[in-house]
């Protein structure tokens, strides 16, 4: 699937919006156990510190000074490398016993604790002792007789616990994050690939392809239904464009037997009564006949009955003979052919509808061209296909009626005035598109390049 | 001219016996197939017209039996549009004209007359004569009353086409497929400047003009009447 495509899904979009949510409400949660799991711990740790108090405190008032040295010794001894901190000082704050050499000079804070930093000797596995630095936390009591202890407890462990915390956290949101996204891609993709068919269907009818139809699939969910009502939509196009084709074709059939006959008829009476508005009667016929002629021709073209009549075809040679057909004519109105034919350019095709789609666009080229003008036909292979071009420098045709030029009877503003049916170019549409190829109308700045792409791979003769 | 005409439409049928006749020839109508084949069999023509899609006997088996009877008689096949046209495989099986329909008569009737004539004209001549002009086939030469005309190779091609039929209407289309072998409508007048370049370079500076324009069908190569008499 294309990177490209993909980013632009609405499904995609969606799941992005879907991971987003999920991301901030992974994330509301972490943080809220996070909170919870660090504050409960440090409070925990402080009630620790408060019931030590007490505990030394009803110890000394029991056994005295010596009793409370006691107990503090024998609870270092238990945890030598544990936690606690533990000083006692006398008034002056000369210590007596404890784990720290003498009283911190920090500030209490509002509730009577003390935040210090210890430094503390860590033996490291390599030999020897480093000193680092701990984070604490301790609450001074005076006892009576002014003795003075603190009892705090060293917070690293807590930190270390804290900070793993949050890694874990992280991790886990990150999990989240990216299990969601992989979702998303994995959902969107089965669905864009979905649509993507419905859309590539989509632009062929739209290429004039009526026939495509979406793949329904087993699935009867909603793109399924889609598809199932687009199908039934484009069969229903497809009937209406078919019948409106069939009686426009009918008409111009059904027309052109009994407008032969009115010709004839007014041949014969111009010839035992010649009469100048007779002959414009018949030119008006010989008008009508050539509409309804081309209309016929073009239907025939586009039921593509001529293909089983195809056979190899010297195209080279054709625009040679076009060219040569079409040379006085060109002469004759002051303007110049300039001719680039490929050699041995052989393609499957019908060689007198080839031969006039080039005669249609030269006609139309030579309509459109000033005199002194500049008419261009071109023969060559374009990345593998074969590519004719006639190109003039008149006035052009405007970008946005370009695609519509293509079409039956449609005519610019400025030539509803020239001789012409409307039907030339429909008919170089329909004769590529007989031969499985496209027709482009470009910019010739100044004038129109009209350029006929053929389906089919260059052979050489 | 005899001409026998086998199509089963009745008024395309009547519309052509009635113009053939009105033209000077004499033309039979068949409606079906196999009553026509038993005319063609009977009966001498110049020329039959025959229309492809026939109850009983189609157009093309018609044509085969008659070939295969030895009658070399010319044939004209008529097709309806909106069939596939196979042109080809109609002239393949023994047809020697194809006329789409509907038709301009004007252009079935210059169809019928230089069909009907081809038997004569085509016999393997080296030289043309029409008036005082001259067409050499081997040494592709052309001259007129002795002095020599250059031609273009296409230019050589249409004075024979025309020289190959004299005083016989070409109708444009009937140009484009004998001289230049391409079947297409031309929205312009592409044919016209040809013949008049074919036309400046035979008629000019000489005493009477051969290539004659027969308006809203064609051209006919002849010597005019107050030349000849």
């Not at chain 1, 016929?296 to 089983?308: D, F, H, N, Y």
């Not at chain 2, 004299?166 to 079947?183: I, N």
């Not at chain 2, 308006?215 to 005019?224: E, F, M, N, Q, S």
Request: charged content about 25%.
């Amino acid at each position: 699937m294309y990177p490209k495509k993909l980013l632009r899904s609405t499904a995609l979009r969606l799941a992005f919006g879907y991971v987003a949510l999920f991301g901030i409400s992974a994330l509301v949660l972490l943080a809220f156990i996070y909170w919870s799991t660090a504050s409960y711990m440090e409070q925990q740790s402080d009630e620790t510190i408060e019931a030590e108090i007490v505990g030394l405190g009803e110890s000394y008032r029991l056994t005295g000074l010596n009793g409370l040295r006691a107990t503090i010794l024998q609870r270092l001894g238990r945890r030598p490398a544990g936690s606690s901190i533990y000083l006692l000082t006398d008034g002056h704050y000369a210590k007596i016993a404890g784990n720290l050499d003498r009283w911190p000079e920090v500030e209490p804070d509002e509730d009577g604790w003390l935040n210090l930093e210890l430094n503390v000797s860590v033996s490291v596995t390599s030999g020897g002792q480093e000193v680092s630095t701990h984070p604490a936390r301790a609450k001074p009591f005076l006892l009576p007789g002014g003795f003075h202890l603190l009892v705090g407890r060293d917070l690293y462990e807590l930190r270390v616990f804290r900070t793993r915390l949050v890694r874990a956290l992280g991790w886990g949101l990150a999990l989240t994050v990216a299990l969601a996204l992989a979702g998303a891609l994995v959902v969107s993709r089965s669905r864009l690939r979905r649509i993507g068919a419905i859309n590539d269907v989509m632009g062929e009818v739209m290429a004039g392809n009526l026939s495509r139809r979406v793949p329904e699939g087993a699935t009867s969910d909603d793109i399924g239904e889609l598809s199932a009502k687009l199908n039934g939509m484009l069969s229903e196009l497809e009937s209406l464009v078919e019948g409106v084709r069939r009686v426009s074709d009918n008409i111009a059939h059904d027309l052109k037997t009994p407008l032969a006959r009115l010709k004839t008829r007014l041949e014969r009476l111009r010839q035992t009564r010649p009469d100048a508005e007779v002959d414009k009667a018949i030119e008006e016929a010989d008008r009508l006949l050539a509409t309804f002629g081309a209309l016929l021709r073009i239907a025939r073209i586009e039921s593509g009955e001529r293909r089983a009549a195809f056979q190899n075809v010297d195209l080279t040679a054709v625009i040679d003979d076009v060219a040569e057909l079409y040379a006085p004519l060109i002469d004759e109105g002051d303007k110049k052919l300039v001719l680039h034919n490929a050699p041995g350019i052989v393609v499957p095709g019908d060689r007198d509808m080839l031969f006039q789609a080039v005669a249609n666009l030269l006609d139309n080229a030579l309509k459109h061209t000033p005199p002194e003008g500049r008419i261009e036909l071109s023969l060559g292979r374009a990345n593998a296909h074969v590519e004719i071009a006639v190109a003039d420098d008149g006035p052009g045709v405007p970008a946005e009626e370009r695609e519509n030029v293509l079409a039956r009877f449609y005519r610019l503003d400025q030539s509803r005035t020239t001789p012409g049916s409307g039907l030339g170019l429909s008919l170089v549409a329909a004769v590529v598109g007989l031969h499985h190829g496209e027709v482009v109308l470009a910019d010739n700045a100044p004038g129109l390049r009209v350029v006929m792409t053929l389906g089919y791979s260059a052979a050489v003769s | 001219m005899r001409v026998l005409v086998i199509e089963d439409d009745r008024v395309t049928l009547d519309f052509i016996v009635q113009g053939l006749t009105e033209s000077g020839h004499v033309a039979d109508g068949a409606d079906n197939g196999k009553d026509g084949l038993f005319r063609a069999l009977e009966e001498l023509y110049d020329v039959i017209i025959v229309d492809r899609m026939l109850p009983g006997l189609d157009g093309l088996s018609l044509i085969q039996t008659l070939r295969a009877e030895g009658k070399t008689i010319p044939i004209l096949i008529l097709s309806a549009l909106g069939e596939v046209d196979h042109r080809v495989e109609g002239l393949r099986k023994g047809g020697d004209d194809y006329l789409v329909k509907p038709f301009a008569f004007s252009e079935l009737l210059a169809r019928v007359e230089v069909l009907g004539r081809r038997r004569e004209s085509e016999s393997p001549e080296s030289t043309l004569n029409v008036g005082d002009l001259k067409l050499d086939l081997l040494a592709r030469l052309v001259t007129r009353a002795g002095r020599p005309i250059t031609l273009q190779p296409r230019e050589f091609r249409l004075l024979e086409h025309l020289m190959r039929h004299p005083g016989q209407v070409v109708t444009r289309t009937m140009l484009l497929e004998k001289v230049w072998d391409y079947h297409f409508d031309p929205q312009t007048n592409v044919i016209d400047v040809h013949v008049s370049r074919l036309r400046s370079k035979i008629d000019k500076g000489f005493e009477y003009p051969l290539i004659h324009t027969v308006r809203g069908v064609g051209y006919v190569l002849r010597v005019p009447e107050e030349a000849s008499a």
